[in-house]
């Protein structure tokens, strides 16, 4: 069983930053694969950044990429998401999702653990 908790989240103008942080539970952490999702009002979930359990391997969708920054810290058991340069089109609840295998995963359909999400509103 892995418990996920986010925080970090906000309101923000355009162009500015937040780092959001997701906390671990779980013995086995370091053998997943993390990853960060989010969902718009009127929108499905979609697939922010993931990276596997080294965190030597990273996927971005192309709405954020040169933008957002995942990471993660196996000894912490934490993963982050910086997020610059930030858009109103970013504004959604994101959610951090656990894989129970050590690969990046995409579809959200691939991860078998989340948090109850925070929200992110970027104001223009």
């Known amino acids: 069983q892995v418990q996920l908790v986010e925080s970090g989240g906000g309101l923000v103008q355009a162009g500015g930053s937040l780092r959001l942080s997701c906390a671990a539970s779980g013995r086995t952490f370091r053998s997943y694969a993390m990853g960060w999702f989010r969902q718009a009002p009127g929108k499905e979930r979609e697939s922010v950044a993931t990276i596997n359990w080294s965190g030597a391997t990273t996927y971005y969708a192309d709405s954020v990429k040169g933008r957002f920054t995942i990471s993660r810290d196996n000894v912490k058991e934490m993963v982050y998401l910086q997020m610059n340069s930030l858009k109103p089109e970013d504004t959604a609840i994101y959610y951090c999702?656990?894989?129970?295998?050590?690969?990046?995963?995409?579809?959200?359909?691939?991860?078998?653990?989340w948090g109850p999400g925070t929200q992110v509103s970027v104001s223009s």
């Open positions: 999702a656990a894989r129970t295998v050590p690969d990046v995963g995409v579809p959200g359909a691939d991860y078998d653990y």
